[in-house]
T-cell receptor, first 109, second 118 residues
Framework: GQSLEQPSEVTAVEGAIVQINCTYQ??????LSWYQQHDGGAPTFLSY????GLEETGRFSSFLSRSDSYGYLLLQELQMKDSASYFCASRSGNTPLVFGKGTRLSVIA | NAGVMQNPRHLVRRRGQEARLRCSPMKGHSHVYWYRQLPEEGLKFMVYLQKENIIDESGMPKERFSAEFPKEGPSILRIQQVVRGDSAAYFCASSPWANQQGSGYEQYFGPGTRLTVT
């Protein structure tokens, strides 16, 4: 089977940096995706790591370490609009994406 | 270029009725996925379809639930004889491709249909 673990809640201050971790147990692992979802909204794709290392997209970066079965999403220069739920999702074998339960990020002034 | 369309956005059904949810993928996308989300929960995969084919329905209950993606028209998720436990948000996503390693990692989600069973 597949499982992903991520913290349920994180709070950070506007302008700061926050890291959301994701550990996974997945056979035949190919890569890790990250999605953002605002309350009442649809999930939106943020990034994908198919290889070890850091992927940067503007204020957001994502990291993967296959040897540690671990990844993280890094959000810099936090803004109030970044308050949302963030999901990691693993891709493996011939199976559909499996999503973690999500991390609710609250950005405070 | 319109995104993924879902309708209705909100659906209220009494127990025992049928719920029919529609999804039109992004233009050029031939892979459709349905997910269910309960409050404060992640997305639970239900079914993966390509045109006229069900590729993976491992996440869909064997009874009362069915899905299709016909050659013409939207994908349909049908729930027969709904029960209160079916109340959830149902999201459809599409991707332009999926290789032999499975479903596309970059999926585009629709706004969801929020089903309430009374």
């Amino acid at each position: 089977g597949q499982s992903l673990e991520q913290p349920s809640e994180v709070t950070a201050v506007e302008g700061a940096i926050v890291q959301i971790n994701c550990t996974y147990q997945t056979s035949g692992f190919y890569g890790l995706s990250w999605y953002q979802q605002h309350d009442g909204g649809a999930p939106t794709f943020l990034s994908y790591n198919g290889l070890d290392g850091l992927e940067e997209t503007g204020r957001f970066s994502s990291f993967l370490s296959r040897s540690d079965s671990y990844g993280y999403l890094l959000l810099q220069e936090l803004q109030m609009k970044d308050s949302a739920s963030y999901f990691c999702a693993s891709r493996s074998g011939n199976t559909p994406l499996v999503f973690g339960k999500g991390t609710r990020l609250s950005v405070i002034a | 270029n319109a995104g993924v369309m879902q309708n209705p956005r909100h659906l209220v059904r009494r127990r025992g009725q049928e719920a029919r949810l529609r999804c039109s993928p992004m233009k050029g996308h031939s892979h459709v996925y349905w997910y269910r989300q309960l409050p404060e929960e992640g997305l639970k995969f239900m079914v993966y379809l390509q045109k006229e084919n069900i590729i993976d329905e491992s996440g869909m209950p064997k009874e009362r639930f069915s899905a299709e993606f016909p050659k013409e028209g939207p994908s349909i998720l049908r729930i027969q004889q709904v029960v209160r436990g079916d109340s959830a948000a149902y999201f459809c996503a599409s991707s332009p491709w999926a290789n032999q390693q499975g479903s596309g990692y970059e999926q585009y989600f629709g706004p969801g249909t929020r089903l309430t069973v009374t």
